[in-house]
């Protein structure tokens, strides 16, 4: 089984080794990063967040932000994908603060 460190190690090195290419796409120059525009929303972007909500949160909140990235996107663009993942935090803030009051009052 692999420890807690070696997973965030690796994950670390993910999340940042996939940033490389997100900052070619954002700093070249416009005609030569056209043709990068797809990878870099669909796969470089999805497993950056991926990478860094599972180091944050877990792999189930990593899937879910996953899912509503490429959902919001899909359906109604970057804005919309943006206050997703917003919308998902204000939801797992939500959810925990639920479950300590829950597990205070059974203490």
């Known amino acids: 089984m692999i420890s ?16 490389i290419p997100i900052l070619g796409y954002i700093y070249g120059e416009p005609s030569e990063v056209q043709q990068y525009a797809g990878a870099v929303r669909f796969v470089f972007v999805p497993v ?10 877990g792999v189930f ?25 917003v919308a998902l935090f204000i939801a797992r803030r939500i959810w925990l603060v639920i479950r300590a009051r829950r597990s205070k009052q059974s203490a």
């Open 48 to 57: 950056l967040i991926l990478s860094g909500y599972w180091m944050y949160s």
């Open 4 to 19: 807690s460190a070696t997973k965030r190690s690796i994950l670390r090195c993910i999340h940042l080794l996939l940033t």
């Open 61 to 85: 909140f990593a899937i879910m932000g996953v899912a509503a990235w490429l959902g919001a996107y899909q359906l109604s663009g970057y804005g919309a994908a943006i206050l997703g993942q």
